[in-house]
């Protein structure tokens, strides 16, 4: 996913907004992730101390290292005498005992659904063989995605002085990626209101589980510091939509408010259709390939966000790199879909191969060659 530009809304939006709820947050932002739109913004690139909301990329570098097979859901991390001696019950915790050797997926289970500060400590450990090694993949990660103005220290956010930071734009722009890049293990793992472990049943705080429809995600944080942050998330009828809000000084107060702000994103604005996941969108030239072009595929359902009840004016534009070096790997990004409502910035989509292509021989060179020259 592409990182998110945020912008104050445009005219044609204020009469969608007459019936916005008040949100006291200093950071605010709401995202509708099928098309890309920032519904609202307020300060999203003010860099705050996310504390445990930096769990969000400690389960998203563990998705990629289990999607690449570095990392197996079944595998068991045995516990360092260290590792158990510094994170005993500190902070939110699963109780992980010194002898335990929990799998790799109870160890994502506690850290996304009870915060645990254990479990991302064995995790990082087990995974990678150091939380610096740890950290230095979620620094990659977010460079990858974009992330300019993030950086980790820990896997589990707790206090380092300030060296672990991020912003409401960055955190959208993660969550984003989380669920669609990872969406079976997002839906394996996130959206859970409670878990059971070593005999101990402890709840999942976040605000929108069992009040608001569709809401499965994604993770709070608090820090005497930083208040009470969150960043959560609903799906209904296809429509995803992603909130971050930071500094309340009240947990009740973020939770009541929080339920407005989605319920507001869904009600007072609509996604229309663009293009259906898997469709194609065009074509981009390739070189060096057994293929002089690769389709170009929505990875997922495409939409433009209106408020709701009026009519969408929009065009479109693919922009990519070109021409696409082989080899091509189906299902990588390589496009990017760019969509130009009046009055808003553009909004950028990404856009997938369709097939693999791989690198040609020399005479699929000199046939592709020979094919530009004559412009076939």
Same mark, same amino acid.
């Given at each position: 996913m592409m990182p998110v530009k945020a912008a104050a809304p445009a005219p044609a939006t204020q009469a969608a907004l007459a019936s916005m709820p008040q949100i006291d947050a200093p950071i605010a932002l709401l995202l509708d992730v099928g098309s890309g739109?920032?519904?609202?913004?307020?300060?999203?690139?003010?860099?705050?101390?996310?504390?445990? =909301?930096?769990? =969000?990329?400690?389960?998203?570098?563990?998705?990629?290292?289990?999607?690449?097979?570095? #990392?197996?859901?079944?595998?068991?991390?045995? =516990?360092?005498?260290?590792?158990?001696?510094?994170?005993?019950?500190?902070?939110?915790?699963?109780?992980l005992p010194a002898? %335990?050797?929990?799998?790799?997926?109870?160890?994502?289970?506690?850290?996304?659904?009870?915060?645990?500060?254990?479990?991302?400590?064995?995790?990082?450990?087990?995974?990678?063989?150091?939380?610096? *090694?740890?950290?230095?993949?979620?620094?990659?990660? %977010? *460079?990858?995605?974009?992330?300019?103005?993030?950086?980790?220290?820990?896997?589990?956010?707790?206090?380092?002085?300030g060296q672990t930071y991020v912003? *409401?734009?960055?955190?959208?722009?993660?969550?984003?990626?989380?669920?669609?890049?990872?969406?079976?293990?997002?839906?394996?793992?996130?959206?859970? %209101?409670?878990?059971?472990?070593?005999?101990?049943?402890?709840?999942?705080?976040n605000p929108l589980y069992g009040v608001v429809e569709g809401a499965d995600g994604v993770k709070t944080g608090f820090t005497n510091e930083a208040g009470?942050?969150?960043?959560?998330? %609903?799906?209904?009828?296809?429509?995803?939509?992603?909130?971050?809000?930071?500094?309340?000084?009240?947990?009740? #107060?973020? *939770?009541?408010?929080?339920?407005e702000f989605i319920e507001w994103g869904f009600a007072a604005w609509e996604a229309q259709p663009l293009f259906a996941k898997g469709t194609p969108v065009a074509k981009a030239v390739v070189q060096g390939g057994a293929e002089r072009e690769v389709s170009l595929v929505a990875p997922r359902a495409l939409t433009v966000t209106v408020p709701r009840g009026s009519k969408a004016r929009y065009s479109l534009s693919v922009r990519y790199k070109g021409p696409v070096k082989a080899p091509v790997a189906k299902g990588e990004t390589v496009a990017s879909l760019i969509v130009r409502v009046p009055g808003e910035p553009a909004h950028t989509l990404p856009l997938v191969a369709g097939a693999d292509v791989p690198r040609g021989d020399v005479l699929d060179r000199l046939r592709n060659g020979a094919f530009g020259m004559f412009g076939l």
């Open positions: 739109r920032v519904l609202y913004a307020r300060d999203v690139h003010r860099r705050f101390v996310p504390a445990s =909301i930096t769990k =969000i990329m400690t389960s998203y570098v563990a998705f990629d290292l289990i999607t690449k097979g570095k #990392l197996r859901l079944d595998q068991r991390i045995p =516990i360092r005498r260290e590792t158990f001696r510094q994170w005993r019950n500190v902070g939110s915790t699963m109780f002898e %335990a050797q929990p799998t790799v997926a109870e160890l994502i289970e506690g850290i996304v659904t009870v915060s645990a500060n254990d479990a991302c400590v064995v995790l990082a450990e087990g995974a990678v063989g150091s939380v610096p *090694a740890f950290t230095a993949l979620m620094n990659e990660a %977010a *460079a990858e995605l974009g992330m300019r103005d993030s950086h980790f220290n820990t896997p589990n956010g707790w206090m380092d002085e912003t *409401a734009a960055d955190l959208a722009t993660l969550s984003g990626a989380l669920m669609t890049r990872f969406p079976e293990l997002y839906r394996r793992f996130y959206g859970h %209101a409670e878990m059971t472990w070593g005999g101990i049943t402890q709840p999942n705080h009470y942050g969150f960043v959560g998330s %609903a799906e209904r009828r296809g429509r995803r939509l992603v909130m971050v809000v930071g500094g309340y000084d009240r947990p009740n #107060l973020r *939770a009541k408010q929080s339920r």
